[in-house]
């Protein structure tokens, strides 16, 4: 049985930061591409950061420079940093895993709320 399991959610206030985890079980970790999504009220689950199985990253325009993706294979985490926060990042942040076009994997969500 396939598992994504975020955490670390929570309410922050603008400036200030959060440590996500996404915890994954069923799936050979280091072969898939992790990434993290987020949907705010009313709006479209956009892509946030993803990392591929060699490494590579990529981040939406709008998080480069205050969010950071890292992967820890041997624990079958992919993490994500968040600092200087805003209230725009105000979200349900999701952890997918994607293998070979045909596995897709969603975590349940966790809430971030950025308010003061």
């Known amino acids: 049985q396939v598992q994504l399991v975020e955490s670390g959610g929570g309410l922050v206030q603008p400036g200030g930061s959060l440590r996500l985890s996404c915890a994954a079980s069923g799936i050979i970790f280091s072969i898939y591409t992790i990434g993290w999504y987020r949907q705010a009220p009313g709006k479209q689950r956009d892509l946030v950061a993803d990392?591929?199985?060699?490494?590579?990253?990529n981040y939406a325009d709008s998080v480069k420079g205050r969010f950071t993706i890292s992967g820890d294979n041997a624990k079958n985490t992919v993490y994500l940093q968040m600092s200087n926060l805003k209230p725009e990042d105000t979200a349900v942040y999701y952890c997918r895993g994607r293998f070979g076009g045909r596995y897709d994997y969603w975590g349940q969500g966790t809430q971030v709320t950025v308010s003061s």
């Open positions: 990392i591929t199985s060699g490494g590579r990253i």
